[in-house]
């Protein structure tokens, strides 16, 4: 079956870096869309960004231009570049998969798989 394993989550400072990693088995990788959300403490999970299978990308507005996402289908792992990271974007950070090419990436019921997720804190 499908499993996805993040990494990269920690305690960083306002305005630090981090790098989340995602790494994927049991599907061909190269030809699923993969997602980032992430859920604060009493809040929906929320959508980050997404790449799909030819390496396009989508970013909600709150992490466009700070955020980046990437893939490397030789090693079967997405990343999750943060820039600029701000106190309010400490939560949990769930990877996703998804096989459609065309229901909508933003949504989290396009999704079939989910990792376990890493904590992401930011300190102000």
């Known amino acids: 079956q499908v499993q996805l394993v993040e990494s990269g989550g920690g305690l960083v400072q306002a305005g630090g870096s981090l790098r989340l990693s995602c790494a994927a088995s049991g599907l061909i990788f190269s030809t699923y869309q993969m997602g980032w959300f992430r859920q604060a403490p009493g809040n929906e999970r929320e959508f980050v960004a997404a790449i799909r299978s030819g390496g396009s990308a989508l970013y909600s507005d709150s992490v466009k231009g700070r955020f980046t996402i990437s893939r490397d289908n030789a090693k079967n792992t997405v990343y999750l570049q943060m820039n600029s990271l701000k106190p309010e974007e400490t939560a949990v950070y769930y990877c996703?998969?998804?096989?459609?090419?065309?229901?909508?990436?933003?949504?989290?019921?396009?999704?079939?798989?989910w990792g376990q997720g890493t904590q992401v804190t930011v300190s102000s």
């Open positions: 996703a998969a998804a096989t459609s090419t065309w229901r909508s990436l933003y949504s989290r019921t396009t999704y079939a798989a």
